[in-house]
């Protein structure tokens, strides 16, 4: 029987310049002997390879797209090389692979085909924001991206509040540039007594995390364009 390869789930920085506090030696050691990967982003894969100093010559790695827009008949090609042999990393763009990320749907082949799946320990923007909420982390929910449009983006919102006053976390998440219009309809539409916690920039230089009840985040000034955020009811 031919020796198959392990794919390796590699967690990457979720703020900049934050290498050495946030990853572990094992990372480091996986990523100085895998050559191939499958990442969201090749530009930024490539620059998180090099910032990690590791002295590889990043034209001799095979990097390959794997982000939402990949069809799924094009997911066992780009996994070939497992089957021969060969170990495979899969880099998000940010965070851990296969945790709101397209990385999952190489996991899911991989454990179809028999292949030895490694997730490496790493940040989590999601679970950092929830162990530093205050909030049930027994029972949680991570939504990703709320609607856009008003009623509908309304109405998840209060569902969300239901779910979190009866004792699960509810977690979610806003394109940057739309954080602070996000936070407004928070504060306009849940009831002054529910608990939101914001965590920005986690990990990074902007790293803010508080939380307070929605009547008191009225009161507070806080500015969230274009810095990535987590938000938290409970």
């Given amino acids: 029987m031919s020796h198959k390869g392990i794919l390796f789930l590699i967690p990457s920085v979720i703020a900049e310049n934050t290498e050495k506090q946030v ?12 050559k191939i990967f499958l990442v969201e982003n090749i530009r930024t894969a490539r620059r998180f390879i090099s910032s990690l100093g590791l002295g590889i010559p990043i034209p001799e790695l095979q990097f390959s797209l794997l982000d939402k827009n990949t069809p799924d008949k094009e997911v066992p090609e780009l996994l070939q090389p497992l089957l021969n042999g060969n170990d495979v990393g899969v880099i998000s763009e940010a965070g851990c692979p296969g945790v709101a990320d397209p990385g999952a ?3 899911a082949w991989a454990h179809k085909n028999g292949i030895k799946v490694v997730p490496m320990v790493g940040p989590s923007s999601i679970l950092l924001a929830l162990m530093a909420s205050g909030f049930s982390g027994q029972r949680f929910a991570f939504h990703g991206y709320l609607p856009l449009k008003g009623p509908e983006r309304v109405q998840a919102i209060k569902r969300l509040e239901r779910e979190a006053q009866g004792g699960q976390t509810q977690i979610f998440m806003e394109t940057p540039y739309r954080n602070n219009q996000l936070l407004a309809d928070i504060v306009q539409h849940c009831q002054g007594g529910t608990g939101l916690c914001i965590a920005r920039g986690v990990t990074g230089e902007q790293e803010y995390i508080k939380t307070l009840t929605v009547s008191s985040w009225k009161k507070e000034k806080i500015d969230l364009h274009k810095i990535p955020a987590i938000f938290l009811l409970g």
């Fill in 23 to 34: 990853l572990t030696p094992q990372i480091l050691e996986v990523c100085q002997h895998t």
């Fill in 105 to 107: 749907r190489a996991v």
